[in-house]
Structure formats: C-alpha cells, structure tokens
C-alpha cells in the first residue's frame, strides 16, 4: 500500500515588494525606531508601504502526493511554481500553511548549485554534490559515471571559467541526475545543453520515474515532457490552483487556456460586413474535430474552413482561395476551390483540412474571391487565428519538431527480406 510522503495544506505565500534592507546598520536601526515611533522612514531608502506592495504569491495550495509518484507542476511564468518548490524543499518558509513530508529530499532548482569558476570540473563535482545533499562517499563511487554521462572526460581537471555555457550545464546536470532522494525536486532542468544531451537527461529521468520508490515533482515548460514522464498534474494559476489530477486533462486544460483562438466571425447587418461592390463577407469560422468541449486543437485534430459570402453580381464565375500563414510570415498553403457559375446571392464554401498534417504553432487564414480566375474582386486578410499545441506519442523525442508542416506519409521501415530470412532460420 503506498503511503503519503507529501501533504501540503492551506500553503499561502506572501511577499513584501521593495528593499527589505538598506545595506546600512545605522539606518536599518532608524527604521526600527520609525516604526516604534510612527514616523515615516527616509524616501532615499525606502519605498512606500502600501498594502499594493505585497505579492501573494500561492494561495491556500492543498494537494496529497504518494509514494513513488511522479507529479508535473505546470503554468505561466510567475504562476507561483518555483515558489512552492522551494517551499517543499524548506528552502523559504510559507506565511500560513503548513507541509509534511517522509524521507530525504533533494531539489533541483538551479543548475550548478555550488560551482566555482576557478576550480576544475573534478572539484566541482564533489563541492556540487555534497550541496545537494551527496555523501562524499556516494559521490566517489559514482564519480565515474558522472563524468562519463557529462562527456567532459577530456575537460574534467580543467577550471570551469573555461567551459562554454553548454560544458558547464551538462556537468552540472550531470551531478543533479545521480542524487539519491527518496523525494526529487526539480525546475526546468531538462532545458540544458544541446539536443543530444536533452535527450540523454530525458532517458536519464525516465529511469528515475520507473523506479517506484522515488517521489518526483517536476517543473517544465515542455508540456510533451510533463504528459510523458508525469502521472499526475497541477496547473497553478497566478498563486491559485486551478485544476489537478490526470497529466493529461490537466495539461489540456491549461494548453486551451493558452490558445488565443478566434475562430469564428459573422456579422448580421450586410452593411457592416466586409467587402465591397462585387462581394460581402457574410460569415468566416474554423470547426476542428475535438474529442470533447474541454480538448485542445492539436497536431492531430482534422480541420475544418467554412465561410459564406454574398455574391453581388449575375452570371458570374468565381472561385475561392484560402491562404494560410503561420506569424513568422511564412505562407503554410493556397488552396483554391473550383471556379462555378453564380448568380447574385449567398454562396457557400467549406475546405477541409486533415489531421496530422500542421505542425505546432500559431497560425491565421485569409480568404480571397477571384473572378475568371484570374481578376481578385476581394481579399479578406487574416480573419481566423488559430493555435496549434503539440502532440507525440511512442518518441521519447520533445524538442520541436521541423517544418511548418507534420504530415503522416505511408513510411515503410523494416528489416531487409534476406536478414528477416536469416534471424528466422537463426531462431
């Protein structure tokens, strides 16, 4: 039967904004005595003192963690993440609330913990571990495994101020990946180094998630890292919790709230619409395929255009177009109906776009009615703005994918007949 080895209650967070000290003795002293007398402190050193100066930063946080579960923290930057971690990890103490935890912990919440720049790559590892809570003893015995994971085997008795940014990261991950905790802690630190190195920190992780005796909390960014490593979610909010449970429900719920979506425009009074004398814009929306109100347009979600205008002119050939552009300017596809006959009235277009074919990214469609198929009579520029968030699935792979598109092509990859033919025989 698992057992509860964190359990945060009514956890709130409060922060004073401004100095908290003046960097003198003697006018810390004038403070103290200002406010036994009620006299208001000297302008050069100190702020105002107003209730606005004060950032609650979590906010009554509850939440239960098991043994040998591994939990996701996800939000915005400046959501309060960071915060709690470091309350768990009784680095700061919370204003009210109160936490439990059972077996030692160790936090990784900031790589490089202890590193000097004078000393070489060796020394630093055994100052970095034992600031993260490694015995000088465990430390020796996986020195050679630390080393060897950084791949700084030919640096390793160099100073570090000789490092590039990408050496000093790997190294120190590398350290921070070999602790013992029963509890691990840590913040965005699968974003080091290059890719190569990322994916080998990911490997690493993996196996420390497989190992069920050890409780992760894990702060990322990668929302593909969080729903593959984590089991469990919460989404915080600024300070405030706003969902928890399944990594996966949690994780669409916070992406939605994300997407600056705006897929659907009409307008009731033809006089307002857009257009001019040949042609009114009467209606425009995106309708993607979702699985359920609360899911997410994704890489996989089948797509579909539909846009009603009002032809103002008899006996007319006309086609559409629509032009999808990603933010970067770049022209993703124009795709153009058939040209037919019209007479004056409403005419009706719907283009669909299949699943597994975007890739992840922002985009906006316009829409373009052309006559003879050569003569533009109107163009409508970006009148939907859409979102679309990642999705991967039997890749251990999370850094972005290329391209500005992600199609599915019929990919055959097997072994060659005559070697299927000799492990056969072999077996």
């Known amino acids: 039967m698992s057992r509860i080895v964190i359990e945060a209650t009514n956890i709130s967070k409060q922060y004073t904004l401004g100095a908290t000290g003046t960097g003198s003795f003697r006018q810390d002293i004038k403070r103290w005595l200002g406010k036994k007398t009620g006299r208001p402190n000297d302008p050069f050193f100190y702020g105002s003192n107003s209730a606005a100066d ?6 009554n946080i509850s939440f239960q963690v098991q043994q040998g579960d ?27 609330g109160t936490v439990k935890g059972r077996g030692t912990i160790g936090s990784l919440l900031e790589i490089g913990t202890g590193f000097h720049p004078e000393l070489s790559g060796r020394e630093n590892i055994f100052i970095s571990g034992y600031l993260l809570g490694m015995k000088k003893a465990e ?3 996986q020195f050679d495994e630390i080393v060897a994971f950084s ?39 699968l974003a080091v180094g290059d890719i190569e190195f990322q994916k080998k920190c990911l490997d690493k992780m993996q196996q420390v998630v497989n190992d069920h005796l050890r409780t992760i909390l894990f702060v990322s960014h990668n929302m593909q890292a969080v729903t593959h490593l984590c089991r469990q979610a919460i989404w915080l909010q600024q300070g405030k919790l706003v969902a928890m449970g399944d990594t996966s429900q949690v994780v669409d719920q916070y992406v939605g709230s994300l997407q600056q979506n705006r897929l659907r425009l009409q307008w009731q009074h033809e006089a307002e619409a857009p257009g001019n004398e040949y042609v009114r814009i009467l209606s425009m929306e995106l309708v993607p395929e979702l699985h359920s109100p609360e899911s997410v347009i994704d890489v996989r979600t089948p797509l579909h255009v539909k846009f009603t205008i009002r032809n103002l002119s008899e006996n007319i050939l006309l086609n ?21 006959w019209c007479r004056a009235g409403i005419v009706e277009g719907v283009c669909d776009i299949p699943g597994h074919f975007l890739n992840d ?19 409508f520029e970006a009148g939907i703005h859409f979102e679309v968030a990642d999705y991967r699935e039997d890749t251990t792979w999370f850094g972005k994918w290329k391209g500005v598109v992600r199609p599915q092509f019929p990919f055959r990859f097997e072994p060659y007949p005559a070697l299927r033919d000799t492990q056969s025989i072999d077996h």
């Open 54 to 59: 004060t950032l609650l930063a979590l906010q």
């Open 70 to 96: 591994c939990w996701g923290i996800v939000g915005a930057n400046g959501a309060g993440k960071s915060t709690l971690l470091k309350i768990i990890s009784r680095i700061i103490q919370p204003t009210t």
């Open 139 to 141: 430390i020796k015995q």
């Open 151 to 189: 791949g700084l085997e030919k640096f390793i008795d160099t100073p570090v101020k000789r490092y590039s940014s990408g050496m000093y990261v790997r190294l120190a991950f590398s350290v921070a990946a070999h602790l013992q905790a029963d509890i691990l802690i840590m913040d965005e630190v």
């Open 320 to 340: 559409a177009g629509l032009h999808l552009f990603n933010y970067a300017g770049e022209c993703i596809f124009d795709v153009a109906s058939k040209p037919v």
């Open 361 to 379: 990214g922002a985009y906006y469609l316009s829409l373009i009615i052309v006559r003879d198929t050569s003569i533009p009579l109107y163009y």
